[in-house]
Nanobody
Framework: QVQLAESGGGLVQAGGSLRLSCAVSGSTVSSRVMGWLRRAPGKEREFVGSIRGYGTSTSYADSVKGRFTISRDTAKNTVYLQMNSLKSEDTAVYYC??????????????????WGQGTQVTVSS
């Protein structure tokens, strides 16, 4: 059973940075596509970005492109979301997600099979 555990959320001022971590158990981070999604109060869940299961290329939502970076550490079996130049509109619960074994590319809010419990990110203006 694949389990995902996010950490690193918190309160930060606008313009600041945070790094979220997603520790993976029951699988390896390089065997499937991994991603981050978020849900702001009163809004639908939104795709933030993903990293391919095979290779290192990434995809991002337009709203975070150039500010957020996804990476993975295979030795630690962990995926990261580095968030810079944070804005108040980035306030949301952030979820780590994983595709099925062998999946390579996902770049949207659907198709994810495993989810973490979420971590709150609050950006004050």
């Amino acid at each position: 059973q694949v389990q995902l555990a996010e950490s690193g959320g918190g309160l930060v001022q606008a313009g600041g940075s945070l790094r979220l971590s997603c520790a993976v158990s029951g699988s390896t981070v390089s065997s499937r596509v991994m991603g981050w999604l978020r849900r702001a109060p009163g809004k639908e869940r939104e795709f933030v970005g993903s990293i391919r299961g095979y290779g290192t290329s990434t995809s991002y939502a337009d709203s975070v492109k150039g500010r957020f970076t996804i990476s993975r550490d295979t030795a630690k079996n962990t995926v990261y979301l580095q968030m810079n130049s944070l804005k108040s509109e980035d306030t949301a619960v952030y979820y780590c997600a994983a595709g099925v074994f062998g999946s390579d590319i996902l770049a949207g809010p659907r198709g994810w099979n495993y989810w973490g419990q979420g971590t709150q990110v609050t950006v004050s203006s």
